[in-house]
């Protein structure tokens, strides 16, 4: 989608095989471990990281490199699992270390050098629906669905754009920061 919109993504991944997947997409890919990435300090317009911090050890260092290779103009977006309670051997079978609180991941952020934008709740109303297959679940339930019912998910999730919920507890988190003055 970056792509189409005329940015020139660059990817890291840790795996062979995530980074060779990657590569069959299109992608420009390099091999990086997220505690210390291939950049030179200030080299990147914006960062993202969906569901990434959830699976190293130490977060802290992998935010403060986030940070690093920002510019001072820049955004970090990040997306985390959220809400401890919803731990389950799902998280188990995908590689999870944690699910955070708005409190934990603000503070994992702005420990890191950054001022938060935005951080909000998302997946608020499949709340409910995931804590139940998870409660249910013995391994990774990132199944395929059926075509009906992803329509009808992905509807309940496009609804919730316009709907006031961020404050609310969902499935995951969602933060947009930008590097702070100090």
């Known amino acids: 989608m970056l792509q189409s919109l005329g940015w020139r993504p660059l990817a890291f991944e840790y795996s062979a095989t995530g980074a060779e997947l990657a590569r069959s997409r299109g992608l420009q890919v390099a091999r990086a471990d997220a505690h ?40 970090l977006v990040v997306a985390v699992p959220a809400d401890p309670t919803l731990w389950s051997a799902h998280d188990d079978a995908v590689g999870h270390l944690r699910r955070y609180t708005a409190d934990t991941l ?4 702005t420990e890191a050098g950054f001022e938060i934008q935005q951080l909000r ?42 709907l006031p919920l961020g404050r609310r507890r969902g499935v995951s988190l969602f933060a947009v920061a930008v590097p702070s003055a100090d």
Request: net charge negative; charged share 25%.
């Open 36 to 75: 210390a990435l291939p950049l030179r300090d200030g080299a990147m317009g914006v960062v993202i990281a969906l569901d990434v911090l959830e699976h190293l050890e130490d977060d802290a260092q992998a935010a403060r490199e986030l940070r690093r290779v920002l510019r001072p103009d820049g955004v």
């Open 106 to 109: 603000g503070t994992l952020l």
């Open 121 to 162: 709740s998302w997946n608020v109303l499949l709340r409910p629906l995931a804590a139940l297959r998870r409660r249910a679940s013995t391994g990774s339930d990132l199944d395929d669905v059926a075509g009906p019912v992803n329509l009808g998910l992905r509807a309940v999730v496009a609804l919730e754009r316009f």
